[in-house]
């Protein structure tokens, strides 16, 4: 080598070493561990307060519950080695204390047990996880079935029409003893249908059109179609009196029209008609008019004499949980009646695991919500983008609506707290928003792919 060779070599100093990305897998299996532990003894000591022994079956149910973490770990590892080592751990957590909860609360209803149905439902959630993850090698290839999802999506929210309502709504499907909630599934696949149209339309949206004040309004040929399958949808929940589900699907909505457009305004447009649309159901809708005044007036049944209604034992049990809670097994939530253990099951967790507790899950479920928006931001593609903060977006408010409802903050909608209530359709459709987040994230953190997220 010549001496100017040396000196050039030399002025750029030795050769970057490569750095291999962490993967941190081992981290994720160490957080499932911890998730199962903390379920087993969740079990214990329910049964250690009702009976004062650990319960028989405490063995095989913090078995089955590792399988299924470990089945699910495995997938990630194999085929998304790169992806956020948070949300699996997190759904395990979440749906083993979900399971607790129900277990706890058919010790007190022993002709209506849950528990055992929902393992069936919770293992086919971790089956669908662990067949999402393996067979969707790429979440690109989602946004060439666009239009096969939204049809798919109004079929499934228009056939529980055809069925008799449930608790004055139309939501179910009930064939021989079983039952579905078709809604559950259409909100996945909207999402998909939404950020899909949106990615593909987001400068029409943003840029064409007239201006009106200060938001900019899109073409009627772009903004058609979105807007005639959102009213479609909503429509028909409306005529189901599955109001919940509507503000769910009404929410998301805005939230990616903002995120695919920049524009602040559709935030309050989207505020002022929800406003427009709550008064006008609140006044038309008998069911719903009786739900307001619940809410505005919560205590009017105790001083008719009457006895106190869900709400009312919803707020008695969160006061008598206090900072710390009674302890697992020891509340009186099952006063609620039939929903405690599906509208209500935070009522549960608040009195029996106190504030201390209530805040700890609602970080658990503001971790996984912030995990998918950091995932959507490291992501380059629009249409992952966009996927990613529609699935964190259906979770927080999904956990917002039915927190305000048992609270008291806003009027009861009915719908399930993701993985802690009873509802097969509820938790097989969360663990598929799971199984999206870490293809997501796996894409985002993969070197040479959306960019690096930690």
């Known amino acids: 080598m010549s001496k100017a060779g040396i000196t050039l070599a030399t002025a750029r100093g030795p050769a970057a070493p490569t750095v291999r990305p962490s993967r941190r897998r081992g981290i994720e299996l160490t957080l499932i561990v911890l998730a199962v532990l903390l379920s087993v003894y969740g079990y214990c000591a329910v049964g250690l307060a009702q009976n004062g022994s650990v319960p028989p079956g405490a063995a095989g149910y913090g078995a089955g519950l590792g399988v299924l973490a470990l089945v699910a770990h495995l997938a990630v590892r194999w085929r998304a080695p790169h992806a956020d080592p948070l949300p699996l751990p997190i759904g395990v957590l979440l749906n083993g204390l979900g399971l607790v909860l129900i277990y706890r609360l058919d010790l007190e209803t022993p002709g209506d047990p849950a528990a055992p149905t929902q393992l069936v439902w919770s293992t086919l959630g971790v089956a669908l996880f662990t067949v999402v993850v393996l067979v969707l090698r790429d979440h690109r290839v989602l946004q060439c079935y666009t239009y096969v999802c939204v049809a798919a999506a109004l079929v499934l929210l228009t056939v529980p029409i055809l069925f008799p309502a449930v608790n004055g709504a139309r939501i179910w499907i009930r064939v021989a003893g079983f039952s579905i909630q078709p809604g559950e599934f259409a909100k996945v696949l909207l999402a998909v249908f939404f950020a899909a149209y949106l990615a593909a339309n987001r400068s029409a949206l943003t840029y064409a059109g007239r201006r009106v004040w ?4 899109p073409t009627g ?3 058609g179609p979105i807007v005639a399958v959102w009213l479609v949808s909503v429509g028909v929940l409306v005529l189901e009196r599955d109001l919940g589900t509507s503000l769910l699907f009404f929410g998301l909505f805005v939230v990616l029209l903002y ?42 049944s105790i001083e008719a004499g009457e006895g106190p209604n869900q709400l009312a034992q919803s707020l008695f049990a969160f006061a008598e949980g206090g900072m710390l809670g009674t302890g697992l097994g020891l509340g009186h939530s099952v006063l609620i009646g039939f929903a405690v ?3 209500f099951i935070l009522a549960t967790a608040g009195e029996e695991l106190g504030l ?16 998918g928006y950091r995932a959507g931001l490291a992501l380059r593609d ?8 529609g699935l964190a977006s259906l979770v927080a408010l999904q956990v917002f609506v039915i927190a305000g409802g048992v609270t008291g903050l806003i009027p009861l909608t009915g719908m399930a707290m993701p993985f802690l209530a009873q509802g097969g359709s509820s938790v097989v459709t969360n663990w598929t928003i799971v199984a999206l987040l870490v293809r997501l994230s796996d894409s985002a953190r993969r070197p040479g792919g959306g960019g690096a997220v930690r």
């Open 214 to 217: 200060r938001l900019q309004l």
């Open 221 to 223: 040929r772009v903004l």
């Open 259 to 300: 995120v695919a457009t920049g524009r602040t305004g559709w935030i309050a447009v989207g505020l002022l008609l929800a406003s427009l649309g709550a008064v006008a159901v609140g006044r038309l809708e008998p069911h719903v008019h009786h739900r307001i005044e619940t809410w505005l007036h919560p205590f009017a």
């Open 341 to 343: 253990k599906s509208d």
């Open 356 to 371: 201390a507790g209530l805040s700890a899950i609602f970080l658990l479920y503001g971790l996984l919500v912030e995990r």
């Open 382 to 389: 629009p249409f992952g983008r966009l996927l990613a903060v």
